[in-house]
């Protein structure tokens, strides 16, 4: 007889059979063409805000590309798919629900997670279809237990004050193209011990969940933009198991410890192709440390704001490379926490050979980053050459992270 674990393995992979295929490779061989890529995405976007006028919807003039690429269109909420073309960086191919129907969560009730009611958030993610879910009304959620999303879902908060809060919150386990748009998400709790419906066809055992805000286990080309995420039980999002082609952009994080863990272990060999984004993200007040902490893969951070930590901002082990551009830091008033940067564990000698890298970034109040690694490939420093948007810049490209307030007829 299968364990839980196995027969849940075994009924992810017949019921992928089933979706649309996303054909683009969740990894990409030279990382630095991803960098460059989302260079020209901001250099566009603010070239695109110099020209200024006439340009119709096609830019809001921030220099923020992800934003400019969808919210001047008074008429979104009819447009609500094109989202799923606005992505950069590594999880630029997340698909969502593109494609599939709109479905109206009118039920915030959480009542049965093994026979989720119509209407509810947990009845639409558990669907094999793809699914477009967006929310009738303002609403709170408080979850029973984890909420499992399956592939291609997308969660668009917009036009609603969507909470996720006080209970287990949301994971993204062996599932590809999830968009997660416009959430309110803290509090997040453990759960567990308990059945879970995964699909219309399955539930299974689950054991004590970690109580992130969004966990992605094993998961590929996942998109987490303009969502408010603070105090949770773990992390704010956490990524591990292999998972890989992720970006998380436009998030406004607070008033947590340990906030981003991207890599599970340093023995865990997986994790060596994890490729993350994390782009325009506000990293704002009662922050103490992971900013993200890597492991293994490779970590493009460009054009963050980040305001406050008590530890430290960026961290990690097991050689991972870090590409920090653009970014403004501002250090603690703590003369032992100005540093950016730590290597966790490590001797020296050891990570004096990891490869990270600070290009353009403006360090405010003692702040110091520590670079290391023996040289740049050609590919690293053409993509380091082409720059981020100046971080002088950040406040402005920052200034809208979270959560937005967007009413139906009128620009987000």
Known sequence: MPSPTQQLLCLFFVSALALPISFSSP??????????????SIINATTQRGRGRGLGYLSCGT????DDCWRCDPHWERNRQRLADCAIGFGKNAL????????????????DPVNPRPGTLRYAVIRDEPLWVVFAR??????????????????????????????PCITVQYATNVIIHGLH???????????????????????????????????????????????????LVDAIHGSTAITISNNYLTHHDKVMLLGHSDALVSDKNMQVTIAF???????????????????????????????Y??????????????????????????????????????????????????????????PSGVGASSSYARAS???????????????????????KGSRC
């Not at 220099?63 to 992800?66: K, S």
């Not at 969502?96 to 009542?111: L, Q």
């Open 385 to 407: 050459s082409l720059g981020a948007r100046p971080s002088s810049r950040v406040g402005t490209i920052t200034v809208s992270a979270g959560a937005l307030s967007c009413k």
């Open 27 to 40: 990894v990409v061989p030279d990382p630095e063409l991803v960098v460059q890529e989302v260079h020209r």
């Open 138 to 167: 303002d609403m709170v959620i408080r979850l029973r237990e984890e909420l499992l999303v399956g592939s291609f879902k997308t969660l668009d908060g917009r036009g609603a004050s969507v909470h996720i809060a006080d209970g």
């Open 63 to 66: 220099g923020n590309p992800i």
């Open 313 to 370: 901002a960026i961290g990690g082990s097991a050689a991972p490379t870090i590409n920090s551009q653009g970014n403004r830091f501002l250090a603690p008033n703590d003369r032992s926490a100005k540093e950016v940067t730590k290597r966790e564990d490590t001797a020296e000698r050891q990570w004096k050979k990891w490869n990270w890298r600070s290009e353009g970034d403006l360090m405010l109040n003692g702040a110091f980053f520590t």
């Open 281 to 311: 993200n506000h990293f704002g007040e009662g922050l103490i440390q992971r900013m993200p902490r890597c492991r293994h893969g490779y970590f493009h951070v460009v054009n963050n704001d980040y305001t406050h930590w008590e530890m």
């Open 185 to 235: 998400i803290h509090d997040c709790r453990p759960g567990g011990n308990a059945y879970v419906r995964d699909s219309p066809r399955h539930y299974g055992w689950r054991t004590v969940s970690d109580g992130d805000g969004v966990s992605i286990f094993g998961g590929s080309h996942v998109w987490v933009d303009h969502c408010s995420l603070s105090s949770c039980h773990d992390g």
């Open 96 to 111: 969502g629900g593109k494609g599939g129907d709109v479905y109206v969560v009118t039920d915030s009730g959480d009542d």
